[in-house]
């Protein structure tokens, strides 16, 4: 089973930016898909990006034009640069697999707070 780490939140003023890392403990091509995901207080965790195996991406309507999902596929990383952030944007993110359809464990997550 894969383990990932996510890490790169903290807290930052609107309008502000954040990286998000996501160290995947086995190579990109275990997987169809790696994306973002993000879980507010009192909120369902809800999608944020993702970028798939061919480098395809994808992103939530919300965090279009303000993020950018990128890989390294050499360090088996996955980032999420954060720009303009809002506090709306607060959360606990996480980042996680999908292969054949079904949704991989997920990681310990890493809080982004955003002041405004």
């Known amino acids: 089973q894969v383990q990932l780490v996510e890490s790169g939140g903290g807290l930052v003023q609107a309008g502000g930016s954040l990286r998000l890392s996501c160290a995947a403990s086995r190579s990109f091509n275990s997987f169809d898909t790696m994306g973002w995901y993000r879980q507010a207080p009192g909120k369902q965790r809800e999608f944020v990006a993702a970028?798939?195996?061919?480098?395809?991406?994808n992103y939530a309507d919300s965090v279009k034009g303000r993020f950018t999902i990128s890989r390294v596929s050499f360090f088996n990383t996955v980032y999420l640069q954060m720009n303009s952030l809002q506090p709306e944007d607060t959360a606990v993110y996480y980042c996680?697999?999908?292969?054949?359809?079904?949704?991989?464990?997920w990681g310990q997550g890493t809080q982004v707070t955003v002041s405004s």
């Open positions: 970028i798939t195996s061919r480098g395809s991406r």
């Open positions: 996680n697999t999908v292969t054949g359809g079904v949704l991989g464990s």
